[in-house]
Each structure stands twice: as structure tokens, then as C-alpha cells.
Nanobody, 116 residues
Framework: QVQLVESGGDLVQPGGSLTLSCTASTRTHTFYFMAWYRQGPGQQRDLVAR???????AYSDSVKGRFTISRDNDRNMLYLQMNDLKPEDSATYFCHANDYAGHVYWGQGTQVTVSS
């Protein structure tokens, strides 16, 4: 059973930075697609950033220029560097992965709160 475990969520002031990490229980090179999603209270889960096996990245318009997604296949890790955080970035952030067999995996989420 593949597991994804997020960490790094915290309370941070507006303008601050955080780095989220996602640890996979299997080799991340088996995932052709990895991503970060976020979900606020009473809201749908939205794609924040994604990275493919060829390290092609894409971002939602709301985080473009502030967030950076990266993966380290040697450590089986996915990261999300978040800069210039805003209150509207507050949400539970989820790690997501798709493997080449068509299986979809989700982590349990990590809470990010941006508030003064």
C-alpha cells in the first residue's frame, strides 16, 4: 500500500514562507505525475501545482511566481516552497500522485494558516 505523508504545515504571518514536504513510501520515479492540492473549509479541493516525471511544472494563477514545486526521486520526496504567503493561502494542503498503472494516491493533508 503506497502512502504519502505530508509535513511542514504551520501558522505563519502574511508575507512569510513555508516549505511543505511529502514523503512517499515507494520510489517516486514510479509516479508520472505528482501534485499539491489545497482545500479550505467548505471549499472544493483545488490544484495548486503539479510536476511530471520529466520535471515539467505548472501552477495555478493564484500562486504563480510565489510557489515552487519540486521532487527528489533519490529521497522519494515532493516539496512545495511557498513564499509571500497570503491569508487566502490558508488551507489544508494535500500531496497527490498518479502512477503509470493508473493508481491515484493522496496524503492525509497538512494545515497551513496564514494570519497575523
Amino acid at each position: 500500500q503506497v502512502q504519502l505523508v505530508e509535513s511542514g504545515g504551520d501558522l505563519v504571518q502574511p508575507g512569510g514562507s513555508l516549505t511543505l514536504s511529502c514523503t512517499a513510501s515507494t520510489r517516486t520515479h514510479t509516479f508520472y505525475f505528482m501534485a499539491w492540492y489545497r482545500q479550505g473549509p467548505g471549499q472544493q479541493r483545488d490544484l495548486v501545482a503539479r510536476i511530471t516525471a520529466l520535471d515539467s511544472t505548472a501552477y495555478s494563477d493564484s500562486v504563480k511566481g510565489r510557489f515552487t514545486i519540486s521532487r527528489d526521486n533519490d529521497r522519494n520526496m515532493l516539496y512545495l516552497q511557498m513564499n509571500d504567503l497570503k491569508p487566502e493561502d490558508s488551507a489544508t494542503y494535500f500531496c497527490h500522485a498518479n502512477d503509470y498503472a493508473g493508481h491515484v494516491y493522496w496524503g492525509q493533508g497538512t494545515q497551513v494558516t496564514v494570519s497575523s
